[in-house]
């Protein structure tokens, strides 16, 4: 570093950008091989030894008066390139810190989230009914009795409606039994309460969390998610019933799937169905995964029973007394429900439906 400072002779511009110049230069060069930073600032812009004071000092007190501005805008425009070779390391310099910083560390990584896999099946489900035109509708978590399983005609001693299926609230004895409030044990309850809010025509999937008294096991978790549908029209029949979840099962598994539907029991619809899909994993030459029967059982779905339109009469009526909207003589519907996770683990080949919870990122990870 060259210390000497030359007494400058001429103000002109011309004088003044040469002189610049050279001191910029030897910038330059010192920021090339900068290998002690605080140095290097100290030697330029030290407050009292600064080389950059020193000559500012030198050269303004011999300047004319009408040089002083033009001096000045150099002085500062050498300060920046300073400053800005302080901030960032110069080009070419194999040192790694400046400032005390090394910056060869790692930065602050800030990897874009994912989905999470179940979230995507719920999407992916959820859209094949939204192309059909279904819309999307969610109901509560905490949930009375009534919206569970009354309005949904379980008897009122039905094994579902038992502590060791439902997850109960505490302290609900006093309530009128309606009125209890549970954990929803499925997403069914959301019919009802799409129903009482709104006429016919209904074409409705509703998403959302579930709980049950379960012990978790490979297969099994208390808190889950299910996928409920909803279709009440004039002249909704089983074949719409069919060619809509055989559509579905075809969108989501491929069109080579074919479905099957078995006679089933639940309490809201009549007929009930359970649809069985072939094997996707063995094309449903059977195998361990179809229990060698070539057919996995996937959902359950029937017809509305004309008793779940009375509960929903009986509600509208509340409001309205001559509420006729869903008179079973006039309109009919299906309903189905599924397991989101069960679908996700086919999907996936997921083995352990624990993965999904655990938070364990290279499992999520696969899934980006
Ligand atoms: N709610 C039933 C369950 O959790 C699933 C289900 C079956 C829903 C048939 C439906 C249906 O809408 O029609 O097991």
């Known amino acids: 570093m060259s210390d000497e400072i030359t007494a400058l002779q001429h103000f002109d511009d011309a004088s003044l950008d040469t002189a610049f110049a050279a001191l910029a230069e ?21 407050r009292k ?53 090394d910056i060869t560390l790692p930065g602050t990584l800030r990897t874009p989230g994912i989905p999470h896999p179940l979230l995507k099946t719920m999407h992916e489900i959820v859209s094949v009914f939204h192309h059909l035109g279904y819309s999307t509708n969610l109901g509560p978590q905490v949930e009375s009795d009534f919206y569970n399983f009354e309005a949904l005609n379980f008897p009122e001693n039905h094994p579902a409606r038992d502590t060791q299926d439902t997850l109960v609230i505490a302290s609900q004895q006093s309530r009128p039994s309606r009125d209890r409030l549970l954990m929803r044990t499925h997403t069914s309850p959301v019919q009802i309460r799409t129903m009482i809010a709104q006429a016919p025509p209904i074409r409705i999937v509703i998403p959302g969390k579930v709980h049950r008294n379960d012990a978790a096991d490979a297969t099994h978790s208390p808190i889950f998610h299910q996928i ?32 099957r539907f078995f006679p089933s029991f639940f309490p809201f619809t009549e007929p009930s169905a359970d649809v069985q899909i072939s094997c996707i994993f063995c094309g449903g030459k ?5 229990k060698h029967s070539g057919w996995i059982e996937l959902l359950g779905c029937g017809m509305v029973d004309p008793a779940v339109f009375a509960a929903v009469t009986a509600e509208r ?52």
């Open 228 to 259: 409920e549908g909803l279709c009440v029209d004039t002249n909704i029949t089983f074949s719409d019933l069919k060619g809509t979840l055989d559509h579905a099962m075809k969108a989501l598994f491929g069109s080579d799937v074919k479905t």
């Open 49 to 101: 030894q600064g080389r950059l004071k020193l000559i500012s000092e030198a050269w303004l007190k011999s300047a004319p008066p009408e040089a002083k501005r033009a001096l000045g805008i150099r002085f500062n425009q050498l300060k920046e390139q300073i400053e800005a070779a302080l901030e960032a390391p110069a080009a070419g310099s194999s040192k790694t810190t400046v400032q005390g910083i």
């Open 26 to 46: 030897q910038v330059r060069r010192e920021t090339a091989s900068l290998s002690d930073p605080e140095a290097f600032r100290l030697h330029w812009l030290g």
């Open 317 to 368: 009526r509340k409001v309205n007394p001559s509420d006729d909207a869903y008179n079973p003589e006039k309109i009919t519907g299906f309903a189905f429900g599924m397991g989101v996770e069960r679908i996700a683990m086919m999907l996936h080949g997921v083995s352990d439906i624990g993965h999904f919870y655990s938070g364990d990122m290279r499992f999520l990870e696969q899934f980006a």
């Open 286 to 290: 059977g195998c361990r995964k179809c």
